[in-house]
């Protein structure tokens, strides 16, 4: 879709909104750090209990009265974000998702937002949430008038809240990413300038998870889709503190030299790596690369292929790529840097097998 302007505890059991309740229309802000709650001289992000009760005020004043703030411990630059934190907004937004609720607005930082956006998408698909992220390039508030805390004319992120507040409270299904005035798909989503306002693209084209949501599920989907995520908590809360993605980026080195960085990664319990070929995915070849991929096979590690291209994503018609996909290697496909990230994380803290894992990606390319 593209749209112009216009903590509970680990293994905590929480109460799914019964079929006779109302589901709330009420927006819950997240406020998470990031530029755009940054201010003075130097620029240094403001703590949420000064900037968020001048936030609110300026947007009911100015947007709506339909909000309020979901109180989030996990505020920092988003560039420091870890799997754990990831885990936090999961678990920060599902607690609430379950007394009712489904409009969500999350503020963050432009560094990773992509990623955490493709990994919420991740986590709800299948439910009939409706949250959208949004960063800014610029802080909110003019740096230069000091403590008057005036929203500064020449920054995005006014535009980009009252963007996401109006889409939040439209409330179409999904996890979707605004900016600069357009609005996708979280796992289209990349991050292409690090200073441009048009800092962000992505598109319309989506399919899994994009596709599993539902406008408004039945009460008794609902509620099996709340337990059966409910079950899982534990376990995901557990496998974020220690998870790790590796990500290996090609330059021309030989394909030797690629071998030794994934044999090293044979120390590590069985998890997801990022190979990052040429163009269309091609990789340097040789025989020890061959066998070191078949040995990470052996050991449950699950290796994607994916492009340093921006665009187009991998392919399997060029003989310098395809070698890779008969030693167990598996295509991104058209899925953005991001998106493998996000979806191999979510394998690794969802499901607890690498066949579990391998059948669950599968399943979800599948889903066009």
């Known amino acids: 879709m593209t749209t112009k302007k216009t903590d509970e505890p680990a293994g905590h059991t929480l109460n799914p909104a019964t079929s006779d309740q109302a589901t709330s229309n009420k927006v819950q802000l997240i406020y998470a750090g990031g530029t755009f709650g940054s201010y003075g001289k130097p620029l240094s992000a403001l703590p949420a209990a000064t900037f968020l009760p001048l936030l609110m005020d300026k947007v009911k004043q100015n947007l709506t009265s339909n909000i309020e703030v979901l109180e989030n411990s996990c505020v920092k630059d988003s560039s420091q974000l870890s799997p754990a934190d990831f885990s936090h907004f999961y678990q920060l937004i599902l607690s609430r998702y379950t007394q009712g609720y489904r409009h969500f607005v999350l503020i963050t930082g432009t560094d990773t937002l992509s990623y955490l956006g493709s990994f919420l998408a991740e986590a709800f698909a299948g439910s009939d949430l409706s949250l959208v992220l949004t960063a800014s390039m610029r802080p909110l508030f003019d740096a230069n008038d000091i403590h008057n805390y005036s929203i500064d004319p020449n920054s995005?992120?006014?535009?980009?809240?009252?963007?996401?507040?109006?889409?939040?409270?439209?409330?179409?299904?999904?996890?979707?990413?605004?900016?600069?005035?357009?609005?996708?798909?979280?796992?289209?989503?990349?991050?292409?300038?690090?200073?441009?306002?048009?800092?962000?693209?992505?598109?319309?084209?989506?399919?899994?998870?994009?596709?599993?949501?539902?406008?408004?599920?039945?009460?008794?989907?609902?509620?099996?889709?709340?337990?059966?995520?409910?079950?899982?908590?534990?376990?995901?809360?557990?496998?974020?503190?220690?998870?790790?993605?590796?990500?290996i980026y090609c330059v021309p080195n030989s394909g030797e030299w690629l071998s030794s960085q994934l044999t090293a990664l044979l120390e590590l319990p069985p998890t997801g790596i990022i190979f990052m070929g040429f163009g269309a995915g091609n990789i340097p070849f040789s025989e020890q690369l061959a066998q070191s991929l078949d040995k990470l096979y052996k050991h449950g590690h699950i290796v994607v292929c994916t492009t340093q291209c921006p665009y187009g994503g991998v392919s399997e018609a060029y003989a310098a790529g395809s070698w890779q996909y008969q030693h167990h290697v598996l295509s991104a496909g058209r899925l953005t840097v991001p998106a493998v990230y996000a979806r191999l994380l979510w394998l690794h803290l969802a499901f607890d097998t690498p066949a579990r894992r391998r059948q669950r990606w599968s399943y979800s390319v599948n889903k066009l």
């Open 156 to 247: 995005d992120a006014w535009d980009n809240l009252s963007e996401a507040i109006g889409l939040a409270a439209h409330g179409e299904a999904g996890v979707f990413v605004t900016f600069a005035g357009e609005s996708w798909p979280a796992q289209t989503v990349q991050k292409i300038h690090s200073h441009d306002l048009m800092a962000f693209t992505g598109h319309a084209r989506a399919g899994y998870p994009a596709n599993s949501y539902v406008q408004s599920l039945p009460a008794a989907r609902r509620k099996n889709w709340i337990e059966d995520s409910q079950a899982k908590l534990a376990r995901i809360t557990t496998q974020a503190k220690n998870a790790v993605i590796p990500t």
